[in-house]
């Protein structure tokens, strides 16, 4: 397996089939409506421009990705980002999930990123064994949170501190771009 950094151009359209299941007969993402390629290519821009997004890659087939994005728009979280991971249905249980996040983490500590954050729809005890594999620890739950599929959908969120942050304020995150060798 090698994981690298996703390209837009060439990884956008496999990515999307990838997420697909997740929005489609599933409460893992909150999406409704799948996005397409050139969907998939825009948020994967928008991501790299600052995080990374990573895909695994088999055989010369993109078979799982994970990216971090902004934990939320305020100023005062830019140390904090979410992190997400996705499987091809045909390769789950393959450990693909926790080797693109233990390919992610250490990124994202060289970015001088302080916390990361994951959101998880209930029940999913596959993708709750696996934050809490990576060391994250159940933070608190959104009950009934979204609607989808017919009921309502509970949230856990999982939280990592990846570092202990020095000075006031704590050195500035490193934009991906301006990361030497992100992986």
Do not use: C
Not at 10 to 26: E, F, L, M, N
Not at 106 to 122: C, D, E, K, M, S
Not at 170 to 180: A, H, M, N
């Amino acid at each position: 397996m090698n994981i690298r950094l996703a390209d837009p151009a060439t990884d956008s359209a496999r990515v999307a089939q990838i997420y697909a299941p997740a929005v489609v007969g599933s409460t893992t993402s909150f999406e409704e409506i799948v996005p397409d390629a050139a969907e998939m290519a825009k948020r994967m821009r928008a991501v790299l421009a600052r995080t990374p997004w990573l895909v695994a890659d088999v055989d010369g087939g993109v078979v799982g990705y994970a990216y971090a994005s902004s934990h939320r728009e305020r100023a005062a979280y830019r140390w904090s980002v979410d992190i997400s991971v996705y499987v091809d249905p045909a390769h789950l249980g393959q450990g693909i999930g926790r080797a693109l996040y233990e390919a992610l983490l250490p990124v994202l500590r060289r970015q001088r990123f302080v916390n990361v954050y994951a959101g998880i729809g209930l029940p999913n005890p596959a993708s709750v064994a696996l934050h809490g594999k990576i060391g994250m620890t159940r933070i608190a739950v959104y009950e009934r949170v979204g609607w989808k599929m017919g009921r309502w959908v509970d949230v856990a969120w999982y939280g990592l501190r990846l570092s202990e942050p020095t000075g006031s304020p704590p050195p500035e995150p490193i934009p991906l771009p301006d990361l030497r060798d992100p992986i």
